[in-house]
Every structure is written in C-alpha cells, then in structure tokens.
C-alpha cells in the first residue's frame, strides 16, 4: 500500500510558468513532509520541506502548500526555469520509534521548456 | 566534508554472483537507509538502520542482507544475484529530526 500518491507522474511547463505538483498521503502520524530534487546521475537533495503545523512553507520560488485536514500537501515552482528541470519526490516521515523513515512518492519528471 | 559515500558508482553482476555494496557516512548519524529506484516507482526501501547493531526491513528486503557494525558505515550485500535487482541503488543518512542526505547512488546491472 503505497503511503504517499504523488501526481502528476511527468510535467512539461514553459519558461516563466508555475509548476505544480501534488501529494497526497494517509498516515496521519506523519510529523514532517520534505520535497526532493533529483537531476539525472545525481542523488536526491531536500529542497524544501513543511511541518504539519503549518500551511505554508516559501523559499524564493519553492513554495509548500499543505492541507492537513484533506491530508494533502503540493510543490509550486513560480517563475520556472530551465535549470529546474530535475525529478521530484514528495515524502512524508514517521516519527517515533522508526526515526525518521521516509515514505516516497512516485516521483515526477519536470521539463521546463526555453 | 564527504557526507555520504557509496561505492561503487557502477556494477555489472552476472546471475548468482554476490556483492556488496558499501555505504559510509562522516556525520555521526545515528539512522541510515538503502534504498532502490526503479523507473516510474520513486524511491522503494529495503533495510535501514536506527544505530549501531539495530537493523530492520523496509518495503522491498528479499535478497539483500545489512549489518551495522558502526555508526560510520552500512554495507548492502546481495546474496545471489537476479536480474530483477538491476537498478539505482542510494544510502541516505539522517540525524533524529533531520533532514536526511544521500549518496551519489550505485548503478547495478545484473546480466
């Protein structure tokens, strides 16, 4: 059973646009949703990341939005550029006794076009 | 500042072989993870590690082996080879409450 659904699976978005993408999750013993950027050959680095107190989360043109009680949360990429053309995951972690084990979307292969 | 190190980049294993694929870590994280990905399924879990001598199973740990004899290093062993292990094998680390890192990742063929 797959704890985190993430949609779209691919994105294209021309230069300028936002990027959208989207998570949904059902474990509500999640404590932290962190966002992943992976570029081919590479691997994944935290990019952003929200804490279920709080709505929204903003660094530069990476904004989180999360809705607790529709147990959803989405990466906008404002003002897209080519060199945000990478992979993106979605996870949600589990606190507790299992330290932190993430929990992984499918992914999502953004092309941002020039 | 080496964070997390994998090696090696690139193996190619015939059916049956086994291996091991290192994993170190220089920041004193206490939690470590291996993890396979495989195109269109994201990032799958096999086994992880909440500290020296404690290990345990993920979504997907049959056919590997770990042990976690030191706080530093996670090995991934894999006891005989099948073609259904090809993938992108990556280590992550993380201190409680952290953000957790990854390595560069280790590309596995098995012919």
């Known amino acids: 059973q797959q704890q985190v659904k993430q949609s779209p699976q691919s994105l294209i978005v021309q230069k300028g646009g936002i990027s959208i993408i989207n998570c949904a999750y059902e474990n509500t013993a999640f404590d932290y949703f962190p966002w992943y950027q992976q570029f081919p050959g590479k691997g994944p680095a935290l990019l952003i990341a929200?804490?279920?107190?709080?709505s929204e989360k903003k660094e530069g043109r990476f904004t989180i939005s999360f809705n607790k009680s529709a147990k959803q949360f989405s990466l906008h990429i404002m003002d897209s550029q080519p060199g945000d053309s990478a992979t993106y995951f979605c996870a949600g972690r589990s606190g507790g006794s299992t330290l932190g084990r993430l929990y992984f979307g499918r992914g999502t292969q953004l092309t941002v076009w020039p | 500042n080496a964070g997390v190190t994998q090696t090696p980049k690139f193996q190619v294993l015939k059916t049956g072989q086994s291996m091991t694929l290192q994993c170190a870590q220089d920041?004193?994280?206490?939690?470590m993870s291996w993890y396979r990905q495989d195109p269109g399924m994201g990032l799958r879990l096999i086994h992880y590690s909440v500290g020296a001598g404690i290990t345990d199973q993920g979504e997907v740990p049959n056919g590997y082996n770990v042990s976690r004899s030191t706080t530093e290093d996670f090995p991934l062993r894999l006891l005989s080879a099948a073609p259904s292990q090809t993938s992108v094998y990556f280590c992550a680390s993380s201190a409680r409450g952290s953000r957790a890192f990854f390595g560069q990742g280790t590309r596995l063929t098995v012919v």
């Open positions: 929200i804490r279920p107190d709080v």
């Open positions: 920041m004193n994280h206490e939690y």
